[in-house]
């Protein structure tokens, strides 16, 4: 079986980041697997003080 990978980064907004737009991402998610992506991580990133600055998904799929 072989796979190919889709790596997304969102970026936060706020003063000290963490805040994203769900709708956006859940929109993202749907167009994604109605195309066969499959979602397989998602984490954030920090600043080093505990903010977050980005969060970053991980989809897959098969290919022939």
Do not use: P
């Not at 990978?5 to 859940?26: M, P, V, W």
């Not at 066969?36 to 505990?50: N, P």
Request: charged share 30%.
């Amino acid at each position: 079986m072989k796979w190919e990978y889709k790596t997304i980064k969102l970026k936060t907004r706020g003063f000290s980041g963490g805040f994203f737009d769900e709708a956006e991402l859940d929109a993202m998610m749907n167009e994604y697997g109605s195309q066969g992506w499959e979602l397989v991580a998602g984490f954030d990133t920090s600043k080093g003080t505990g903010e977050t600055r980005d969060v970053v998904i991980i989809f897959k799929r098969q290919i022939d």
